[in-house]
């Protein structure tokens, strides 16, 4: 068990040392949300928030970290995928490494990513005018929420980006990450979309992780959004992590 753990955190170490250095990677995770979060507050803060007579900046915060962090798991599958077609994978299999070691320390580095480009935001937002009417103490429950969100997601990212067409698939995969960004309760109050689409737009995980989140920074109900982001992780890691863990090997193997 030790020697797994030390392992899988070598390979995080590794990836994280990469990733920065690797285009999509630096693109999707913090380049994309710094500018998404300062077109928005610019452009449809003062609109949105006459609407509806909120400060839309405590949406936008949350909404472009969730999204961020979805979208730079798309960044990092393309990277995986590359890892694959160069061969990197399979001269890792043969090697006497826990066969494991891989894919969790590839789950721990996007959980690091994750929390610094969650950082990054909400210092973003802070600037731009964000305040944390709890207090300052429930910044790491906002911090916390993505990580919790990320380890699911980021296995069916992994459970295609190791395959052939991953490329293609964790691509389209991204727009529609993209589109969930416009059909969120972050974008504007659940209660503005249509009546048919509303329950799809309250349950849709990127909801469950903004309402969390938007809790721990203006008050309102915690559990409930939390305990449905983290059912949405652990449902997700459930349903690709077999899938993950055979297209992994099968990849190496090949």
């Given at each position: 068990m030790k020697t797994l753990i030390d392992q899988s955190f070598v390979e995080t170490g590794r990836l994280l040392r990469r990733w920065p250095?690797?285009?999509e990677v630096l693109t999707s995770t913090l380049i994309l949300p710094v500018l998404l979060l300062l077109m928005y507050q610019l452009?449809?803060?003062k609109?949105?928030?006459a609407s509806t007579g909120v400060d839309a900046i405590y949406g936008f915060v949350p909404m472009i970290a969730v999204t961020g962090a979805m979208y730079g798991a798309m960044g990092t599958g393309l990277s995986l995928y590359a890892e694959r077609e160069s061969g990197l994978l399979r001269r890792f299999w043969v090697l006497p490494v826990h066969r494991s070691a891989g894919l969790i320390g590839r789950l721990i580095a996007e959980c690091g990513r994750t929390l610094i480009a969650t950082v990054i935001v909400v210092a973003l937002g802070v600037a731009l005018g964000l305040r944390f009417q709890q207090g300052w103490s429930d910044a790491l429950g906002v911090l916390a929420v993505p990580v919790l969100l990320i380890p699911g997601f980021a296995t069916?990212?992994?459970s295609v980006g190791v395959t052939k067409a991953?490329?293609?698939v964790v691509q389209l995969f991204s727009a529609v990450v993209l589109l969930g960004m416009f059909f969120n309760s972050g974008f504007v109050p659940v209660e503005n979309y249509p009546g048919w689409l509303q329950p799809?737009?309250?349950i849709q995980p990127m909801s469950c992780a903004i309402e969390a989140m938007r809790g721990f920074i203006v008050g309102g109900p915690i559990a409930t959004p939390l305990l449905q982001t983290i059912a949405w992780s652990a449902g997700l890691a459930a349903v690709f992590g077999a899938l993950a863990v055979r297209g992994y090997r099968r990849a190496a193997e090949s």
């Open positions: 250095r690797e285009q452009v449809l803060n609109f949105l928030s069916m990212v992994i991953g490329n293609k799809l737009v309250r």
